[in-house]
């Protein structure tokens, strides 16, 4: 059991797998990242997981979700996925999903953290 300030090196070249093991053990990552005009403005239906960022977008500014889910492309890549604040009318009823390529681009900090009783949580 890992207590106390950890967080996860973004950098690092297992970052992702680092935040699939904290989502698989029931634990949320919470990111900081640049979200920019593609990321406020995204459709899923047409769109897909969201893979690129514009960190030059002057429109763009820092934002902080979580992950909490996670899935694996054919060819075996990461999709993770995640609570927004922005409504349900937002993306999946309110869930994004984003490519390994828009993490290790967009990304800026990400902290391991249980969750316990969260009121967002869907019944079961």
């Known amino acids: 059991i890992v207590t106390g300030a950890y967080r996860i090196d973004d950098t690092a070249p297992n970052a992702v797998s680092q935040i699939v093991t904290c989502i698989a053990a029931g634990i949320s990552v919470g990111i900081g990242f640049f979200c920019d005009t593609a990321f406020m403005n995204w459709n899923f239906t047409s769109d897909g997981p969201i893979d690129t960022v514009n960190t030059m977008d002057s429109q763009g500014?820092?934002?902080w979700v979580s992950f909490d889910a996670y899935d694996t492309t054919s060819s075996g890549a990461y999709v993770l996925g995640g609570p927004n604040s922005w409504g349900t009318a937002w993306g999946i009823r309110g869930r994004f999903e984003v490519?390994?390529?828009?993490f290790r681009r967009a990304v800026s900090d990400s902290i391991p953290f249980a969750q316990l009783n969260s009121p967002l949580q869907e019944a079961a």
């Open 61 to 63: 500014g820092g934002h």
């Open 99 to 102: 490519t390994e390529n828009w």
